[in-house]
């Protein structure tokens, strides 16, 4: 195992920041924690490093209890989100501070940065200083940093998380690229599901405090096993269960909710028994998709998504009633909703 968590919890006075969390990480895979601003991502990765002391649990690291271990002691690749390269070192220099200050060879760290500078593809910026970097080079020299002493485990802070949206992109095609020639244990912290999606063999879900699901990005989207899950990792409609949505049987209370990706609903321009009659309120073109914005007989409004060849074919219009059947749905009680 490469790392394992077991009941770590972390109070600020009486707030729960991190809430009984338990995890087992693989060795050699590439872990995101997944969840909104404030769920306790951070908290629970500065634990696995060190930099913070859990109140109870312990935290193993490789087969061994690394719970008491100090920063130095758990020689855990660390990355955060805002550069912190040393302004007056060179490239070369930062990737090579950690090794001058255990001491390495000289001939080794000069091998061992030029081999970095190559896997980061940074090579020839050796010499530039941190200011003469792009945002995206500098986490990607920040990363060749973190890697130089080949510890086992590497955490990243949300990264890329400053960087615009076009760079981040390339660089989680990078990250998974590195990952697979390097296979070091890293846990990815961010926010953004398709981040995490992309990214990932394996998303950790957080909401306040606590790990609502671990599984594969396709286990977490088709399988939601709470309603935040469902709710955070993508797009959804959530309508009352008395809407006729999904056939009578399948809600168990009146006050359980029904809940509907907008690409998982059909439309039909005809009607048909179980589909549900609605009018077509609004359509949105998002260049590749249409988005339908629908009304329902009791009020309620809902968005479906279309592909371009999907909308052309169905010819909609405003005002044109339409029926629509799930092609699924989840529903989850309204009791299990307020936890
Ligand atoms: P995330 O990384 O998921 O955004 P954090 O782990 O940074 O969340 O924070 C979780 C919660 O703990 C937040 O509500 C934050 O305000 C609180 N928190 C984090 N660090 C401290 C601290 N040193 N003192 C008090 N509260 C903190
Ligand atoms: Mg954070």
Do not use: C
């Amino acid at each position: 195992m490469g790392i394992r968590v077991e009941n770590i919890s972390k109070h600020y006075g009486t707030f729960r920041a991190v809430d009984d969390v338990s995890l087992e990480i693989k060795n050699g895979s590439l872990v995101a924690l997944l969840g909104p601003s404030g769920s306790g991502k951070s908290t629970l990765l500065r634990m696995i490093a060190g930099l913070e002391t859990p109140d109870a649990g312990q935290i193993w690291l490789v087969g061994e209890n690394a719970t008491y271990r100090s920063v130095q002691q758990r020689n855990i690749g660390f990355v955060f989100q805002h550069y912190a390269l040393f302004k007056h070192l060179t490239v070369r220099e930062n990737i090579a501070f950690s090794m001058d200050l255990r001491k390495h060879p000289k001939h080794h760290v000069r091998q061992r940065v030029e081999e970095l500078l190559e896997l980061v593809q940074m090579q020839g910026f050796g010499d530039r200083y941190p200011s003469q970097l792009s945002g995206g080079q500098r986490q990607r020299v920040a990363l060749a940093r973190s890697l130089a002493v080949q510890p086992p485990i590497l955490l990243l802070d949300e990264p890329f998380g400053a960087l615009d949206a076009k760079v981040r992109k390339d660089l989680r095609v990078w990250l998974r690229n590195l990952h697979s020639e390097v296979h070091v244990t890293t846990v990815f912290v961010t926010h953004d599901q398709e981040e995490a999606m992309e990214v990932a063999d394996e998303i950790v879900v957080m909401n306040q405090g606590r790990v609502e699901q671990v599984g594969s990005p396709a286990e977490i989207y088709d399988n939601p096993a709470t309603l935040f899950v469902m709710s955070f990792v993508g797009p959804v409609n959530v309508l009352p269960s008395h809407v006729g949505i999904v056939p009578n049987k399948n809600a168990t209370s009146p006050s359980d909710k029904v809940f509907l990706r907008p690409h998982d609903i059909l439309i039909k321009t005809e009607p048909s028994e179980n589909a549900v009659s609605v009018i077509v309120e609004r359509i949105i073109h998002l260049g590749w998709e249409i988005r339908v914005e629908l009304v329902l007989q009791s009020g309620e409004t809902l968005n479906a998504y279309l592909s371009r060849e999907q909308f052309h074919q169905l010819q909609l219009r405003k005002g044109q009633r339409v029926y629509i059947q799930p092609k699924q749905t989840k529903v989850f009680s309204a009791a299990y909703a307020l936890r």
